[in-house]
């Protein structure tokens, strides 16, 4: 029995299950970037002067 004993601990112990990686992090709200938000509203602000001064 003694050395049945130590024919079972001589095997290495099975290794752990692998851990499942963690979620990726959620992706950011799309949105253009402030460079281009600023020019777009520049371009209206623009288009809007131009076109109230071409009515009055």
């Known amino acids: 029995s003694r ?3 130590r024919g079972a601990t001589s ?5 752990p299950p692998p851990r499942t990686p963690p ?7 799309a949105r253009p970037p402030a460079p ?3 020019r777009v509203v520049s371009s209206c602000r623009l ?3 131009f076109l109230s ?3 009055s």
């Open 23 to 29: 979620p990726p992090p959620p992706p950011p709200p």
């Open 47 to 49: 288009s809007c002067i």
């Open 11 to 15: 095997y290495a112990p099975s290794p």
């Open 3 to 5: 050395r049945d004993y």
């Open 36 to 38: 281009l938000v600023n």
């Open 53 to 55: 001064q071409s009515l």
